[in-house]
Each structure stands twice: as C-alpha cells, then as structure tokens.
C-alpha cells in the first residue's frame, strides 16, 4: 500500500485517468499552484501587471530564497528566466571565454547544450567514464593536471536515462585544479540533492518541482559575477550582477505559482521527496526486468525515478509510445539519438513521480508486454 504522503501528493493534483511517466518532461501542478497562477493573472487584469508584480513582491521574494537554497547558493546570485534552456543560453552568452575555449563534458550530456557549445565556437571534449557512463573522477583529476579544459560542464540527472552524475565529487576535484564548474541542474531540482558549490547552476520550474511552464532558474558563484560580461541596465541601478539577465516581460504569474511548488516541496522534506524518487526508480526498474520484449538502459548506473527501456522484440518505439497512451492510458516519452552523444538507438523513458502505486505499475508491465 502506498504511504500516505505519497497519496495526498498525488490526491492534491487534478485528477486524472492516465498513469503519468512523464514527470522528466512537465510534472503535474497541485491545484494550489494552479490557483496561485490564475489568481495573480487575474490580479493583472484587475490592477494591471506592474502594480501586481509589486504587489507580489514578497513572494517572489520569498521564491528566490527558497530556490537558493535548492541550487546551493545565495538570493544575490539567483536570476529567472524563461527556461532551463534561456538560463543555459543567457550564460554562455555572459561568461568571458576565450577564444576557442575547450569544454569538458560527459557522453551523456544534453545534445542541445553539446550543438549550442558548438554554435558559440566553443569546443567541446570528452571526458572519461566508467563502463555505466559515470564519470571517472580520478582520470577526471589525472585529466585537469595535464590538459585541463576552461570549463567542465556536467549534466547532474541525464534527460535520456535518469543517470546520475558524482557532481559534488565532479566540483572538488575541479576546485582543486582551478577549472570552473556549471552544473545542468534541470533533471535534478526537485528529483536530487543539488550540490552546493559549482560556478553556476541552472534549472527549470516544470519538471520535478511540478511548477509552472514558462520559468527557469538559474544561480552564479559570488567569485565569478563580477566578470560576467553583462548589459547592465541603467534603469535597474540597484539590481545585483545576474538578475540583470532578468527579463521586464517575465511570466510573474509563473513565478508566484512556482513559489507554491516549491514550498510544497519544501514542506515534504527534499530529502524525503529524493529517497522515495529513488525508491520509485527502483521498483520500475525490479518490475521492467521482468516484462519480454523491453530491457532497461544501464540498469547497473546510479539513477533516480527515470527509467528508459529499449525494445528487445524490433518494436519501435514511437510506435510503442503512442499505443501506450492511446489504448491504456500511460503518459511516457520518446528519447531519440540526439539528446546525447552516447545514444545511437531511440529509448522509451519513464519517469514517475512520488505517487507511482503498485497496481498502477503492474498495469504499465501488462502494457508494455503487448506494446
């Protein structure tokens, strides 16, 4: 049976006849964050936008507080935007590279973030890993004493696999040598435990958190703004180095219903929240390994709730997804090759949240079977 906790998370959304696997691409809002969104968008209209942002100035105070703490920084150093991905743009556009600087990053990386380093005339590189896709911190030290790269870049929960990177360990040894660190938090807020310490972080408001669409975040170390090169607005005298990356045009309604989601989870215990992700990774997983025809990806890697699978019978997989969601009612998602440079074949990913139940998952098994 499931705690009860765990119900009441689930019991506090909109209800729903789908089993809901797609947590790692939009999670579902509780009904107090919708009505915290809907409420400020109607304040707008009642008092117009300006004087309702400013009328919801302590709780978007309190918000920036709160996803400090998440991202392991401090309240100055924390800037929304539209996006993980804005947040990600907004720092490579502001961070003083050289030219032709070397990035290090994981064959697991995000494809987008690997093809926008390109874009940039950045190069990126390919650091070691273990035979699970970890990345290997003592060739990692052995790397930064002899070649090291400008920056390394590591992506803390994989979007295609659920794995989970030693980011913490990733920041020391980086530390030790002097080379930066950004940490792709966007997988992680709300799903792990962040770690405190890396040059900059970012992440988004919809996934984990089960926020809103339309805010990310993102958090840059008090040793490194003060190079950012940044458009400094002179309208804002007063405003700290990276909320200059802030936008005037900004979804408030977002943001005020992200502090919901977060408090809310805050109010769980992240701590709790990241063990029962866990525990739910593990049981698809125990579960999957038995269902023919689907076998998991690196089912021996660290990972937190997300799963993806790969058909063993010649399904395809898209196919799969789509007869999943149309005859039984299951919300997954296809990853195909390009969001990481280790992927050469298309996985089916699930990803569930805290109020995953044992019949629920049963279903989802029968499923797969016939898909």
Not at 139 to 144: E, G
Request: proline content about 6%; some cysteine.
């Amino acid at each position: 049976m499931l705690e009860q906790t765990w119900t009441d998370w689930g019991s506090a959304r909109p209800s729903t006849s789908l089993i809901h696997l797609d947590s790692a691409a939009v999670g579902r809002q509780s009904e107090a964050t919708l009505e915290a969104v809907g409420r400020h968008a109607r304040l707008e209209a009642e008092q117009g936008g300006y004087v309702a942002q400013a009328m919801a100035a302590d709780r978007l105070a309190a918000l920036r507080a709160d996803v400090a703490g998440l991202l392991g920084a401090d309240a100055d150093g924390v800037a929304f935007v539209e996006s993980a991905a804005a947040a990600f743009d907004a720092l490579v556009d502001v961070w003083p590279w050289s030219e032709g600087a070397r990035i290090g990053v994981a064959a697991s990386e995000w494809g987008p973030n690997v093809e926008t380093f390109v874009h940039r005339g950045l190069v990126p590189v390919m650091l070691p890993v273990d035979v699970v896709g970890v990345l290997d911190l003592q060739a990692l030290d052995d790397r930064l004493r002899t070649d090291p790269p400008e920056l390394v870049h590591v992506d803390l929960v994989a979007a295609q696999r659920g794995l989970v990177q030693p980011a913490g360990e990733v920041i020391a040894v980086c530390r030790a040598h002097g080379v930066p660190v950004w940490v792709d938090a966007a997988q992680a807020v709300g799903h792990v435990a962040v770690p405190p310490g890396a040059d900059a972080v970012y992440a988004t408001s919809r996934k984990w958190l089960a926020g809103p669409r339309g805010v990310g975040m993102l958090a840059v170390a008090p040793e490194r703004r003060s190079s950012l090169r940044l458009r400094r607005l002179a309208k804002h005298p007063d405003l700290p180095d990276v909320q200059h990356l802030e936008s005037d045009e900004a979804h408030v309604a977002g943001r005020v219903g992200l502090g919901v989601a977060v408090r809310e989870h805050l109010d769980l215990g992240p701590g709790r929240v990241h063990a029962r992700l866990a525990e739910v990774g593990g049981l698809v997983r125990e579960a999957i390994a038995t269902v023919p025809g689907w076998e998991v990806v690196g089912p021996d890697a660290p990972a937190g709730s997300t799963t993806s699978i790969t058909p063993t019978a010649g399904q395809d997989v898209a196919a799969s997804r789509e007869r999943l969601l149309a005859e039984h009612g299951i919300l997954t998602s296809v990853c195909l090759p390009w969001r990481a440079p280790e992927m050469d074949t298309p996985y089916l990913r699930l990803s569930a949240h805290v109020d995953l139940t044992p019949d629920a998952l049963e279903r989802v098994c029968e499923a797969l079977a016939t898909s």
